[in-house]
Every structure is written in C-alpha cells, then in structure tokens.
C-alpha cells in the first residue's frame, strides 16, 4: 500500500539544488519578481499564485511550480510521478492566512489522501531593510524544505 498523508520524495544528491531552488522562490515571495517583464513585489507574487491556483487545475499549478520556479513538487507519492496515488496539492501562505488548493482540488485533504502541503513562510519582518538578515531567513526556510518530509519552505 502507497504512503498516505503528507509525502514528498527525498534525494540526499539533490538537497542542494533543491534548496537553491525554494531559495529564489522564497526571494520572490518576500520581496518580488523585479527579473521578469512585470515588476511586482512580494505580496502581489503571492496573491498571483493563489488567483492563478482558484482559477486553474492541480496540474497546471504543478506546471507552474515546477516548470517556472524549478520546485519539483510530487504528483504523486510513487518512486517517480508514472506511479502511486495522486497527491493533493494545498499550498499554505503565512502572510495571506489562508490555505488554498487548485480549482479541482477540495479544500483539505481527509485520511484517505496521500498530500503535499507547500508552506510559503512570512515575508521577514523583524530587522527591516537589512538584505543579510533576509537573506539568511529565504535560505533558512528553504533549506527547511529541502529536508523536511511532506511539507514545508
């Protein structure tokens, strides 16, 4: 019998790419996307992402994540996304307070789920403007993530 509840694959080769990868994510939830055609600060990052999940299906909320940002979230809980049950996709942003799904995906997951719960940590706040300190806290969340079993950035 697959896994239920929380899931997420675990590579002890790919835990540096991966943290690098929720790092630059985490850049962006924090403080925005100045890299792209639209200039756009943190919280409006993080509100774009929750719109585009209401509005779209799990699958492509996996494209996004994975084939924009590089995270590499499971579709599955299987040894590869060909096999195992799906997993539900919840996503919980600290600094909007809510958890929220794709559009096709119900709101929590019961015990009869295999899942994968993305946390995006709060946009730091305790030393403001000091890019050292915020630094440390996108490397610190990520590294969490890159670690941590089910759930987590």
Known sequence: MAHLGPFKR???TQVGARAQAYREFAQKA????TAGAQQID???FR??????AKRNTQQQ?????NNTHNLKIPATN???DQHGDPLKLMIVDIDLGAPYTASDVS???DENDAFYIFVIPPTPQRVPNNK????????????YHAIVDGYGL
């Not at 509100?47 to 585009?52: E, M, S, W």
């Not at 909320?61 to 994540?65: K, S, V, Y």
């Not at 300190?133 to 610190?140: G, P, S, T």
């Open 78 to 80: 299987g040894a590869d």
């Open 107 to 109: 709101p929590l997951p």
């Open 132 to 143: 050292a300190y915020q630094e440390m806290q996108a490397f610190e969340s990520a590294w």
């Open 30 to 33: 924090f403080f925005g996307d």
């Open 10 to 12: 675990f590579d002890p």
């Open 47 to 52: 509100k774009n992402l929750r719109d585009f």
């Open 42 to 44: 943190g919280q409006t």
């Open 61 to 65: 909320l996996l494209d996004l994540l």
